[in-house]
């Protein structure tokens, strides 16, 4: 908690299934929150929907989470729920970062990422090790039976998803507040990802 603390910016990484996770990364939250200016990007959140995270959740707070975007089915509510009653408990800003597949498919298919997603994308490069790694997740994430003419537009869509929690964890840092990222471990891995 010291070291997160002093950070300005943390990616706290979860296996999406574990409630375990959830419940530590809520914690984290809820212990840091009295002590520092934070603000919390969510995975799970669509990226450029800030104003409806913004509003005050009701009690119950599922009208609040389809009013913000979030996917409840597809991210099995009520699993993520210790992590995002964390931060709207604590009055925190909340950020969302999930790029909609309304972006992302033109992507795949050859378009440009938006801005600033592209620009990050292009200062930053995904290279070496780290393109070698994702590729390789990719393909065992398929059971190896990814096609290989699917692998760069798989990885093109990973990299403009790390992109815009990028984007969002520095939009967050705003008035000197730390950012933390709630994402999975795929996105905060110092080989390739948000990092």
Not at 171 to 180: I, T
Request: proline share 9%; glycine share 10%.
């Amino acid at each position: 908690l010291r070291r997160l603390q002093a950070a300005d910016v943390a990616l706290l990484g979860a296996v999406h299934d574990n409630a375990v996770h959830h419940e530590l990364r809520a914690a984290l939250i809820a212990a840091a929150a009295p002590k520092r200016k934070l603000a919390v990007v969510y995975e799970q959140f669509p990226w450029g929907r800030d104003s409806a995270l913004a509003a005050p959740p009701g009690d119950p707070i599922e009208p609040w989470l389809d009013a913000a975007g979030f996917d409840r089915d597809g991210w099995r509510w009520p699993l993520h729920r210790p992590v995002v009653l964390a931060a709207t408990k604590a009055g925190l800003p909340r950020y969302g970062s999930q790029l909609p597949r309304e972006v992302l498919r033109p992507m795949m298919r050859g378009g440009a990422a938006p801005a600033p997603l592209g620009d990050y994308m292009k200062r930053v490069p995904l290279t070496g090790d780290g393109l070698k790694a994702l590729d390789q997740t990719l393909l065992d994430g398929h059971c190896g039976q990814l096609p290989q003419e699917m692998v760069p537009m798989l990885r093109g869509a990973q990299e403009a998803r790390d992109a815009a929690m990028t984007d969002a964890l520095l939009r967050a840092r705003k008035d000197g507040r730390a950012a933390w990222l709630i994402a999975g471990n795929g996105h905060v891995r110092r080989d390739y990802g948000v990092p």
